[in-house]
């Protein structure tokens, strides 16, 4: 039965970082036969990406050093017989190297080939290194979230992100192949991609004074009585009417938007109502009530909240917890299996068998191996 809608895709994943990683991640959840290649060094050893179960699970894995000057040659072969391209490697690299895209599409003119970099494959920054916060950063994505300026992301925002448009790209692409016959290149800026969340701002990219989602007293974290928060979204008339009748505060129905003092005034005097009780007995209360609130959970309580072991929004692979993939797909049949939970592969696990599928004899697998380049 299938497994995914991707399934009998074959990508072919160049990458060795997060971005990279995402991306296949996901193709492999959507049912893509994902082959990883890796150094030789490590053959025989589980190699995270970023060290992450989550970011390494669902795919296979064949070793190849990507550096050798005939590891053009087993590439050529290798992109033939696939569908998708993914690669992270800097603008041009692996075309001075002898493989670049021009080179693959005239092997395999179907072949959806994916870039992924930080700033995109040219403009004056196509070759500037940088990460994550390098990227939110010029984006304006991180002055948009928070004016006061300096604060620091804790988690990736642009990367994952950048690997969701790079997911989407691709599948434009493998659909339009499907009517021209013809594949593309999809060139992904993470820094880009960042920028792109700021479409529902009109001010965001202007000069003029910063607006976004204002905080206020029906819109923002809350601390109750056990040093646990709750969010608090209740900012249009109706949530708002909802979560003053649960608090029993009649008085303020009508103060949906308040500015200036009365907002301080009301911010105060709900901030003393939560500090009464624990966030789960506010939850219990208030939840029910369409007052639109909601835990903030972190860490463990993320795997714990109840919402989220009933869709089993968390799973566990190799005894670590990993998100499952959020695309839900039903059928008239049910629900259809939505993440690929295969253990990481140790490097180079699958070598031989994916060379064999690209047409070389054990002999030439053995030669490939004994010049060093698998």
């Known amino acids: 039965m299938s497994r995914g809608p991707l399934t009998g895709f074959r990508v072919l994943d160049l990458t060795r970082f997060p971005p990279?990683?995402?991306?296949t991640t996901l193709?492999?959840?959507?049912?893509?036969?994902?082959?990883?290649?890796?150094?030789?060094?490590?053959?025989?050893?589980?190699?995270?990406?970023?060290?992450?179960?989550g970011l390494s699970r669902g795919k296979r894995s064949m070793t190849l050093d990507l550096r050798h000057p005939h590891a053009a040659t087993v590439l050529r072969r290798l992109a033939g017989g696939v569908d998708v391209l993914v690669e992270n490697n800097r603008p041009g690299d692996l075309a001075a190297r002898g493989f670049g895209y021009a080179d693959a599409a005239a092997e395999n003119p179907g072949l959806v080939w994916c870039s992924i970099t930080g700033y995109g494959q040219d403009g004056p920054y196509a070759d500037r290194a940088g990460h994550d916060l390098s990227y939110v950063a010029h984006s304006?994505?991180?002055?948009?979230?928070?004016?006061?300026?300096?604060?620091?992301?804790?988690?990736?925002?642009?990367?994952?992100?950048?690997?969701?448009?790079?997911?989407?790209?691709?599948?434009?692409?493998?659909?339009?192949?499907?009517?021209?016959g013809k594949g593309a290149q999809v060139d992904i800026s993470l820094a880009e991609s960042a920028t792109w969340l700021l479409s529902g701002d009109a001010k965001a990219l202007t000069d003029g004074p910063a607006t976004g989602v204002p905080v206020s007293p029906g819109r923002r974290l809350y601390e109750c009585a056990d040093g646990e928060f709750i969010s608090v979204a209740?900012?249009?008339?109706?949530?708002?009417?909802?979560?003053?009748?649960?608090?029993?505060?009649?008085?303020?129905?009508?103060?949906v938007r308040?500015?200036?003092?009365?907002?301080?005034?009301?911010?105060?005097?709900?901030?003393?109502?939560?500090?009464?009780?624990?966030a789960a007995e506010w939850l219990a209360r208030l939840g029910p009530a369409g007052a639109a609130v909601g835990a903030v959970n972190r860490g463990g309580a993320v795997a714990k909240d109840p919402h989220y072991r009933e869709r089993g929004a968390i799973l566990e692979v190799a005894g670590v917890p990993v998100p499952a993939n959020p695309i839900r797909l039903r059928d008239v049949d049910g629900p259809r299996p939505g993440t690929a939970i295969s253990e990481p592969a140790r490097a180079g696990e699958h070598t031989d068998d994916v060379l064999s599928e690209a047409g070389f004899s054990q002999q030439g697998i053995e030669d490939l191996r004994v010049a060093g380049l698998v």
């Open 20 to 23: 990279g990683a995402y991306c």
């Open 27 to 53: 193709l492999a959840d959507l049912g893509a036969d994902v082959v990883r290649v890796e150094p030789p060094a490590g053959a025989g050893k589980v190699n995270l990406v970023a060290g992450q179960v």
């Open 140 to 180: 304006g994505l991180l002055g948009a979230l928070e004016p006061a300026l300096p604060w620091h992301p804790r988690t990736m925002l642009s990367v994952p992100l950048g690997a969701m448009m790079a997911a989407t790209g691709i599948l434009a692409a493998v659909l339009e192949r499907g009517r021209t």
């Open 234 to 255: 209740a900012a249009e008339p109706r949530t708002w009417r909802a979560l003053c009748q649960a608090l029993d505060l009649p008085d303020l129905v009508d103060e």
């Open 258 to 278: 308040p500015v200036g003092a009365a907002a301080t005034t009301i911010t105060e005097r709900l901030s003393a109502l939560f500090a009464t009780r624990t």
